[in-house]
């Protein structure tokens, strides 16, 4: 297939989901709302824990902050991708979809795109009110930070292209894309440096593929060392990039394999609508 | 909900997943859980900070699970246009709505259980859990529940004229998370949004059971508090039956259920 086909196609699932969002001006400017609010409960819910008069710790206000952007950074490929799966599949029109000439997965990916680019927006929303209610925020090497947050996006959405191939397989994805994204978020170490997580949970998180872009944006940012990789295993200033790059260029392959693979055994098999 | 399994086990996870990230949170700015504990308990009044977060999170589910069930049913029903059939139908709707929204109730009660008995093994906290005020506090969960589906038959009528389920939804829940008090007491709020925090179906339940549990204030006293919570929980499903039927009736006037 032609690139510039793939582009099109892409462009257009784009424009037609920026339309329908236009549509409901309430939907977009509440999720901004949401996002400021999500800081401020985060806030209230630490302070049960502040002893009197004592300014928080740059590296817990570097983690909340950019924490709470990561989360809204992967939600849509870790969720929407899904999601927008299942919405075509209840409302029949998935079958639709595959039945059309035009190529299946950039339209799919459009969808998530068009949640890419508004999360963002309400990431950088979130970032800000952090800044401002916590207390500033200090970068050691910002550029290099930016480097390994968007080697983490391939990431996010290979794993995500492998979740929309299961949801053609599974009745209900809902329960099982929110597991894993909160799963993701916690255990890959958003809100939370690898070095206070207890030990069983810091093994858990070797295993999970965004863990290594994420401790290295936030080593980068902070100015600390890489903490996933335990000393015994080697060198984690050098493992843990090489590991982040290997991942960012194996996942998303894997995911389009596992995307292209599930669709076909769906045609074969006479459905795609399992639910 | 048995056709749905993966919902079963979401359910009981999701409470213990939203507890744990302030219990780390805390831990790391206390230097450690023993540090945790101290400070907790100067300015709560309970060293066991996972088993009031836990309590908390349940009841924030709870909330959640209450307002996107009803509400995002509803709008779902409208948006593919089904709304009107059911409308049309020669039934009356309320006992429909009181059976689904006592099966509601139960399920909670269930995940409750369950979640509470995972996040205590879990945190090693089991002790404040296992004992006899539990069953007071599963009765003070219950009908604190009532009025949620109250509130929640209040935000589907809301939903029916906005049509913008999703966010007003989302600003809710974390509204909601603010307001009553999930991660902390509500005594940390301002004098003006503590009125506005009691008022809700849920926060003297909330406060109470953390009360029951862990011995920390009830608002009143228990059996004041207790009456309170009933008479509550009967306002606002009152008030949200009504405004619900006022909201279909206005609608039918209309443009029609299905609009978008």
């Given at each position: 297939m032609r690139p510039s086909r793939i582009g099109r196609a892409l462009i257009i699932a784009l424009r037609k989901d920026f339309i329908v969002a236009l549509r409901y001006p309430f939907e977009l400017v509440g999720s901004f709302v949401a996002s400021i609010l999500m800081v401020l409960l985060v806030v209230l819910a630490i302070r049960p824990f502040i002893p009197s008069a004592q300014p928080l710790p740059p590296d817990f206000i570097l983690s909340v902050s950019w924490g709470g952007f990561i989360l809204l950074l992967s939600s849509s490929p870790l969720f929407e991708l899904s999601i927008s799966v299942r919405q075509e599949r209840t409302d029949g029109t998935l079958e639709q979809i595959f039945l059309?000439?035009?190529?299946k997965l950039p339209l799919l990916l459009g969808r998530a795109l068009r949640s890419q680019i508004l999360s963002v927006l309400y990431g950088a929303c979130y970032l800000a009110s952090a800044a401002y209610l916590l207390g500033g925020l200090q970068f050691q090497d910002l550029p290099q930070g930016i480097y390994y947050l968007l080697l983490g996006i391939p990431i996010f959405y290979g794993l995500g292209l492998v979740m929309m191939a299961i949801t053609f397989n599974v009745r209900e994805i809902i329960p099982t894309v929110t597991l894993l994204q909160i799963g993701v978020a916690f255990l890959s170490g958003f809100?939370?440096?690898?070095?206070?997580?207890p030990y069983p949970l810091r093994v858990l998180a070797m295993?999970?593929?965004?863990s290594y872009s994420i401790d290295m944006f936030r080593s980068a940012i902070s100015g600390s060392q890489p903490q996933l990789i335990p000393s015994s295993m080697g060198p984690a200033y050098l493992l843990e990039p090489i590991f982040a790059h290997v991942l960012a260029l194996v996942l998303p392959l894997l995911g389009i394999v596992a995307f292209k693979a599930t669709v076909q055994r769906a045609k074969r098999r006479g459905g795609l609508q399992q639910g | 909900m048995l056709r749905y399994r993966e919902w079963i086990i979401a359910a009981m996870l999701y409470p213990v997943i939203f507890a744990s990230i302030p219990i780390f949170l805390g831990t790391w700015l206390a230097s450690g859980a023993e540090g945790a504990s101290m400070i907790f308990a100067k300015n709560v009044?309970?060293?066991a900070y996972s088993t009031f977060l836990l309590v908390g999170a349940n009841m924030w589910f709870f909330v959640m699970t209450a307002l996107w069930d009803f509400g995002l049913k509803l709008r779902k029903e409208q948006a593919s246009g089904v709304l009107e059939d059911i409308y049309i139908a020669?039934?009356?709707l309320t006992w429909p709505l009181f059976g689904s929204g006592l099966f509601g109730i139960l399920q909670c009660m269930a995940k409750f259980i369950a979640s509470m008995a995972i996040g205590s093994i879990l945190y090693g906290t089991l002790r404040y859990v296992v004992n006899p005020n539990f069953l007071y506090c599963l009765g003070m969960l219950a009908v604190g529940l009532v009025g949620v589906y109250g509130l929640s038959f209040m935000i589907g009528a809301l939903v029916l004229r906005v049509k913008e389920a999703f966010s007003l939804l989302v600003i809710l829940q974390m509204l909601f998370g603010i307001v009553m008090g999930?991660?902390?007491?509500?005594?940390?709020?301002p004098y003006g949004l503590r009125l506005v925090s009691y008022a809700l179906p849920m926060t003297i339940a909330l406060n109470d059971m953390r009360a029951l549990l862990l011995s920390t204030q009830y608002v009143l006293d228990v059996n004041w508090d207790t009456f309170v919570i009933l008479c509550q929980s009967l306002l606002y499903v009152t008030v949200g039956a009504i405004a619900l039927r006022r909201s279909e009736r206005g609608i039918r006037r209309g443009a029609g259920l299905a609009s978008l």
């Open positions: 059309s000439p035009s190529p809100f939370l440096p690898f070095n206070i997580m295993f999970i593929p965004t | 009044g309970t060293e020669a039934g009356n999930v991660f902390y007491p509500v005594s940390f709020l």
